[in-house]
């Protein structure tokens, strides 16, 4: 595709339930990061996928949260037990990866995730 | 990465320049100076970035003083779609994951 993809563009779930968020990042990218945004808040970084290094898992704010990233391209998100919370937009981004330089991120439309 | 100050909001007219401030008074020596925009309803776009010299690109121009300690993205003809959250961060090039962390930015909304 032309873009980062992300499903499902909206989830509403129950408090307790288990979901999975999905990121298709732009064909060739190695790197990509998953964010969440509150709503009228900025970007929190959650994880960050480059290659076959271990994932930076800095971000992630509870041991309910988990990502991976099978055959360096589709990742998912995983929050378990959900709480309210965590309801937020969760937004996946990709670059061309590495250090050394600036490479420009390109965000999904994200996924708004809503625990009642 | 240092902290950034922008103004909350702004209004600017259909076809007139938009010009965005960016205090960053503690900005380090390798730390360079990036704008990201985000659209209602989308994920963030990157816009421009610099270290210490103007930029411009198709979509702005990126004016930072001689100090470095703040500096100002410029919308040359802004348009309806240029309607938008900024965002002004600074951070080193190449850091380990280049990930983003954006605060408040400024709300800047297009009027006809």
């Known amino acids: 595709g032309a873009g980062v993809s992300q499903s499902p563009s909206n989830k509403v779930t129950e408090k307790g339930k288990d979901v999975e968020l999905r990121c298709d990042p732009i064909?060739?990218?190695?790197?990509l990061y998953w964010y969440r945004q509150s709503l009228g808040q900025g970007l929190e970084f959650l994880i960050y996928f480059q290659g076959n290094s271990a994932p930076d898992k800095s971000g992630l704010p509870s041991d309910r949260f988990s990502a991976e990233r099978t055959g360096g391209s589709v990742s998912t998100l995983t929050i378990q037990r959900t709480q309210q919370e965590d309801s937020a937009v969760y937004l996946c981004?990709?670059?061309?990866?590495?250090?050394?330089?600036?490479?420009?991120?390109?965000f999904g439309p994200g996924t708004r995730l809503t625990v009642l | 990465d240092a902290k950034t100050t922008q103004p909350p909001s702004m209004d600017c007219a259909e076809g007139r320049a938009a010009n965005l401030p960016c205090n960053h008074s503690t900005i380090s020596g390798n730390e360079y100076v990036y704008w990201y925009r985000q659209i209602h309803s989308q994920g963030p776009q990157y816009i421009i970035h610099?270290?210490?010299n103007n930029e411009t690109n198709e979509m702005a121009s990126l004016i930072i003083t001689e100090d470095r300690k703040s500096s100002t993205l410029i919308l040359p003809h802004a348009t309806l779609r240029d309607t938008a959250v900024y965002y002004c961060i600074v951070r080193v090039a190449g850091a380990a994951g280049n990930k983003l962390t954006f605060g408040g930015g400024t709300r800047v909304l297009v009027k006809p």
């Open positions: 610099g270290l210490k």
């Open positions: 981004a990709s670059s061309l990866g590495g250090s050394g330089t600036y490479n420009e991120q390109f």
């Open positions: 064909s060739g990218h190695t790197a």
